[in-house]
């Protein structure tokens, strides 16, 4: 929600002409009751408007960025926004709580004087089980390493040797460069593994000061990298989902981000945002998540 809110601060266009709203979360709310309409609802985008929830792990985010371009492409829709949002879900004593955490970011897809224009997306998906929660789970099950090679990076390295044969560019082209954050070591590795250098993980590698947003992970290592790029920058981004699948994004910075239709000052940057944490401990974070029952 507050995401969204800032997507319409720094950018203030009429809440009205936002023709659809997608949410990308494993934590909705509600098993049915799409949380797009709520958001739709709290930012004055509704009626006239379409919306849903999408769920592919921590891809759905960028699955819904997807969905937006296609609408806006087929002038269906003068604007979609795109969120991808989760509280991260891991059971007591998992290696999964050791990067848990919460955040999102919501994007504004439209061709009115966009601050980076997406030249071209593609993704690479196949049937892989290597991340599951089943219905009425508390929480998710993984196949521990069979996560890395097998998931996380047979999959991006797919959809970025796609995207790369489709644009003729490579690592070189780009100014810098965000994968989905699980870990502080899967997106360096990954990296290194396919050319880029430290330099262009750098702005976007939030997740060792956040954690692990799921949905949101690289959507926000994204919103981090536009707050300090500037016109002509070029940033490579691949999302990763268990289950599985990666979406790989080229985009290119415009002039705009640094014209006076976009407010960059309305709403804090992501930078901002991680500054002075207030730190819980285990105790009070396991009572907050409901993995603790008090005895009345």
């Given at each position: 929600?507050?995401?969204?809110?800032?997507?319409?601060?720094?950018?203030?266009?009429?809440?009205?002409?936002i023709g659809?709203?997608?949410?990308?979360?494993?934590?909705?709310?509600?098993?049915?009751?799409?949380?797009?309409?709520?958001?739709?609802?709290?930012?004055?985008?509704?009626?006239?408007?379409?919306?849903?929830?999408?769920?592919?792990?921590?891809?759905?985010?960028?699955?819904?960025?997807?969905?937006?371009?296609?609408?806006?492409?087929?002038?269906?829709?003068?604007?979609?926004?795109?969120?991808?949002?989760?509280?991260?879900?891991?059971?007591?004593?998992?290696?999964?709580?050791?990067?848990?955490?919460?955040?999102?970011?919501?994007?504004?897809?439209?061709?009115?004087?966009?601050?980076?224009?997406?030249?071209?997306?593609?993704?690479?998906?196949?049937?892989?089980?290597?991340?599951?929660?089943?219905?009425?789970?508390?929480?998710?099950?993984?196949?521990?390493?069979?996560?890395?090679?097998?998931?996380?990076f047979r999959?991006?390295?797919?959809?970025?040797?796609?995207?790369?044969?489709?644009?003729?560019?490579?690592?070189?082209?780009?100014?810098?460069?965000?994968?989905?954050?699980?870990?502080?070591?899967?997106?360096?590795?990954?990296?290194?593994?396919?050319?880029?250098?430290?330099?262009?993980?750098?702005?976007?590698?939030?997740?060792?000061?956040?954690?692990?947003?799921?949905?949101?992970?690289?959507?926000?290592?994204?919103?981090?990298?536009?707050?300090?790029?500037?016109?002509?920058?070029?940033?490579?981004?691949?999302?990763?989902?268990?289950?599985?699948?990666?979406?790989?994004?080229?985009?290119?910075?415009?002039?705009?981000?640094?014209?006076?239709?976009?407010?960059?000052?309305?709403?804090?940057?992501?930078?901002?945002?991680?500054?002075?944490?207030?730190?819980?401990?285990?105790a009070q974070?396991?009572?907050?998540?409901?993995?603790?029952?008090?005895?009345?």
């Amino acid at each position: 929600m507050e995401a969204a809110r800032n997507a319409l601060r720094r950018r203030a266009i009429d809440p009205q002409e936002i023709g659809a709203v997608y949410v990308g979360s494993e934590s909705h709310p509600y098993a049915v009751k799409p949380t797009a309409c709520t958001v739709g609802e709290a930012i004055g985008a509704t009626p006239t408007m379409t919306a849903a929830d999408y769920e592919f792990a921590c891809k759905a985010g960028t699955a819904g960025i997807q969905t937006c371009m296609g609408l806006v492409a087929s002038n269906m829709v003068k604007y979609g926004l795109a969120i991808g949002s989760d509280v991260a879900q891991g059971a007591p004593s998992d290696a999964l709580e050791y990067t848990a955490a919460a955040g999102g970011a919501a994007f504004l897809i439209g061709n009115e004087d966009p601050i980076a224009e997406i030249h071209r997306t593609c993704s690479f998906t196949t049937d892989t089980p290597d991340f599951w929660r089943r219905e009425g789970q508390d929480y998710p099950r993984h196949g521990g390493r069979f996560t890395g090679d097998p998931g996380y990076f047979r999959h991006i390295e797919g959809a970025v040797r796609l995207l790369f044969a489709q644009t003729g560019k490579g690592p070189g082209d780009y100014t810098y460069a965000v994968f989905h954050q699980p870990n502080a070591k899967f997106p360096q590795r990954i990296a290194r593994m396919l050319g880029f250098s430290p330099e262009q993980i750098r702005p976007g590698l939030v997740v060792p000061r956040l954690g692990n947003t799921y949905s949101g992970s690289s959507m926000i290592g994204l919103a981090a990298t536009l707050d300090c790029a500037k016109p002509g920058d070029r940033i490579f981004v691949a999302s990763f989902g268990s289950g599985a699948g990666s979406d790989a994004f080229d985009i290119e910075v415009t002039d705009a981000i640094e014209s006076g239709e976009f407010c960059r000052g309305a709403a804090p940057g992501v930078e901002k945002l991680l500054e002075n944490p207030i730190f819980v401990t285990y105790a009070q974070y396991a009572r907050h998540k409901g993995k603790i029952v008090m005895q009345k």
